[in-house]
């Protein structure tokens, strides 16, 4: 990538990491805090946890296209600013409900697809993919350092800092987004990396990239619904003191992390992903039913973690490569709009049914739930279609007529390793999928440079 793109993929991950990072910080901490709280039960509880995840799930696709109309930074710099809001109104709260309207209104500052927008506006066709890499990273990123910053912060200034200092946060992202973040010379709509209204039946039809929603919202309702009762387990039942849970979520995270590579390895490398998917899933199925059978004991628990979070970091890696290979060309932007969407409603029921089923059965049956539900998620992920191995490429080939374009798409259908190629007048770019081991790119690259 250029250096302006560097600069881009780099700032752009960071706002996205402060933001996420303000949402999960609470995540390892919440429920013992709630505690403390006037009108707290475990079912608001788990709806103060995933309240964002609901207007987030609402709000994010009509602000990416409101980013069509008034620009990305204007949004961006509005939605971190709301969050901001938000933080300072949960931080405020002596009453549960505080807290969830809080919640509510950080979820509301809904951003994600203004910044994937903004970071097709500043690369190239060919580093696009990169520069959502690093994005993606980020996310990553924020979440593993919530768990071991959560509890660490929470002795130094408490649940409410942590919320303070998300709204500083998200004030920084606002700095970095005006002063740091470069600005596009133009504006233009990206199929491969936004939704299109027109396209939204379509993704929906398709029975694979369904399953893939299902799966990546069960993902997270289980994760939301854990961490209602986790805390609880790691203090009431294990007896290990809130201010040392960082001490079991670091080397947790960093051994799963290593188990993770060879999984996702075999997966893209070796072409098992759908294989190692199930595997998966299999895997965080078992490490519920741990928590359950073994949450009296630290050894247990611990065990139940690394399993977990391997598996977990799996299928976060994996969900989001199997949409890209599963989405029609010209439909990645939609199909991941309504991934995203699949996600973040995963994290509001995760919260709501797993506090209901706290309050009515009791803390282990959370473990069961999240059991059953990935048990149940591994029987419609069986009957997903093998993946094909294709890549995303998008190639510049300049403002086309319609009669052109046509001819255009027809050349790149014939060229070996191309197995879709849809060239839609005005949009500038070849949306294509190739296989990366017929391919000869100077091909493609050729042919760019011969538009005429």
Known sequence: MSSLESR???????IYAMRMLGLFLILPVFALYAEHLSGVTPLLVGLAIGAYGLTQALLQIPFGMLSDRIGRKPVIVGGL??????SVVAAQGDSIWVVIVGRAIQGSGAIAAAVMALAADLTQEHNRTKAMAVIGMSIGLAFAMSLILGPVLDTWIGVKGIF??????AVCG?????????????RQFHRDAEPVPG????VLANRDLLRLDIGIMTLHMAMTALFLVLPLSLRDLAGLDIHHHWMVYFPVLLVSVVLMVPFVVVAEKRRRIKGVMLLAIAALAMAQLGFFLFNGALWGLLSALVLYFTAFNVLEATLPSL???????????????????SQFSGAFLGGVIGGWVHTRFGMEAVFLFAATVAGLWLLIAAFMSEPRYLQNHLLNVGVLEAPRAAAVQRQLLDIDGVDEAVVIPGDEVAYLKIDPERIDLAVLDAFSAARG
């Not at 303070?164 to 946060?169: H, K």
């Not at 949409?323 to 969407?341: F, H, N, Q, R």
Request: aromatic share 10%.
């Open 174 to 186: 606002v700095g970095i987004t005006l002063f740091v973040v470069p600005n596009p010379k133009h």
């Open 8 to 14: 881009a993929a780099l700032s752009l991950g960071g």
């Open 199 to 202: 396209q939204f039946g379509r």
């Open 81 to 86: 600013l709301v969050f901001a809001l938000g």
């Open 323 to 341: 949409v890209s290979k599963m989405a029609p060309a010209e439909s990645k932007g939609t199909a991941m709009g309504v991934y995203s969407t």
């Open 164 to 169: 303070w200092l998300t709204a500083v946060l």
